[in-house]
RNA sequence: GGCCUUGUGGUCAAGCGGUUAAGACGGCGCCCUCUCACGGCGCAAUCCCGGGUUCGAUUCCCGGCAAGGUCACCA
């Protein structure tokens, strides 16, 4: 077989010399131990929690060691295209704080462009000329339906599947044969003629799995599809080459495919770069775990959590803990240092699959959203109802300074302890709701109704908005009294057959009367806030 | 099914030859307290199983088992 007519043949239009490509894309000049990497995803237009997972680790790796990180758009199957899901990514990935030093869409340095394999396929194909000339490819001319049919037949046998060894038919086609089929315009992919033997298996230094094993790869994979169009094996080891990747962080999911990058990394002659899979986030489903799924999951997609008003932060934080077991501990003792501070180390990644849990999340939340000032507070908040809120929600914004008084009094700013009665911004939203709207319902008072309009009435008689948080107990003290309830818990503890109850039934009545609500922050200030006149037409609604 | 990976409380996990087997979330209880939230204190709960090696295995070796991943002209 003549090699170089094949290539000929097959490439007529002609490509760049692997000279030309390797002095347009440089190595780069970092320093000695900066670690370029990146983030390479397929625009299907749906970023999700698992993405940005990846992305953090990618991201503290290459900033954290004075390095690269790159944005690379995996656009070879057309099928997959979604219109604008680049900018989706970036601006999902932005609102986490995770920013690329170049790559679509980004205007950073250029040399390594384009970012987008489509327009990257001139390269590919000088590269697939090179192996077509020194003979490690050839073109395939079998139909799906006999890919198919091979694979069954494999399957009934209980052998490997693949186009493998004696399977490779095409692999051993005579020139004649070849250029009959080229003439005759049949359809065909470009792929590689591995040399490797499964037999043979080699260690494998994996930066996170630590040392695994991985056998030869001897399938002849498809490394130009029948529209020219490279497969992701063969974009990856060129792409990741060119690029001057120097580990790759992705999904395990691509660990079994690491036999076929090594060898296609050795045949056309390139150093490996380092890798390291991370596990996939996972989700209880009945009695088994599964990676968490698109369809299945909301809480999958990094939208879900823009819409529940989750802290950016919280949820970042949330994924280190998870990315690294070291970071917790870390966090604690060291709660005001920025995130960036942490020293990130590759080895401290999980091997298994980790289970999302909403609860730590949640706990994460509460207190991240605990350190914000009100104003802060304030902002997060309607920049959220903004674009999630109901158009009553937008109205709570407008009187600022009760807004502002409300956010301390639930934040417990001023205190010796923050409260932590917030875990996301529709959930924050909800709970301020009766300052700003009168209750609709009631939760269930513990004190008879008999009772009740007493201590409503009596409440109204001696309120004034004049009187200081210990005044104005002292008063619902008397009422307590006066009421058949033991003024002091004290006394009621010694004694609760004495009472019909306590001060806490009576402050319960005029809380659910007040705000609707059994549990809230200080009644006092919840009133003083309220004011005079909506304090009394609430409790009056509720004398009768 | 083949191959690869992983198995420490319900979850995330530290530990990696001798430990009362950290810590966090969640659960439960107590304290604080007008409710809640915060805070404090405490409790329950874990080394997948079976063989070895060893004076001694959660830690090392072998074998099971289980879970996950993957076997495309998708990435």
Known sequence: MDYKALAERLFPEGTPTIESIEQKYPPRSLEKGAEVTRLAPSPTGFIHLGNLFVAIANERIAHQSGGVLFLRIEDTDLKRKVEGAVEAVISALKYFDIHFDEGAEIGGDDTYAPWYQRQRAEIYRAYAKKLVEEGRAYPCFCTEEELTALREEQTSKKETTGYYGRYARCRNLSEEEVFEKLAAGTPYVLRLRSMGDPEVKHKFHDEIKGDITVQENDQDIVILKSDGIPTYH??????????????????EEWLASLPIHIELFSALGFPLPHYGHNCSLMKQDGETRRKLSKRKDPELSLEFYRKEGYYPRAVKVYMLTLLNSAFEEWYMKNPEAPLE?????????SKSGTLFDLDKLNDISKNELARLSEHEMFAFLKDWAEEFGTEAQKGYFAD????????????????KKRRKDFTTASQAMEFIRFFFERPVSREPYRCEKADRAGILSDFLKSYSPEDDSAAWFSKVKEIAGRHGFAAEMKDYKAAPEAYKGSVADVAEVLRIAATGKANTPDLWTILQILGEEETRARIEGECK
Not at 241 to 249: A, D, G, K, S, Y
Not at 341 to 349: G, H, L, Y
Not at 400 to 415: H, N
């Open 234 to 251: 063969f974009a990856h080891a060129i792409d990741d080459h060119l690029m001057r990747t120097t580990l790759v962080i992705r999904g």
């Open 400 to 415: 600022e300074e009760k807004m502002l008084r409300v956010l301390a009094l639930c934040m417990g700013v001023g205190g």
């Open 341 to 349: 501070s942490f020293p990130f180390k590759v080895s401290k990644m």
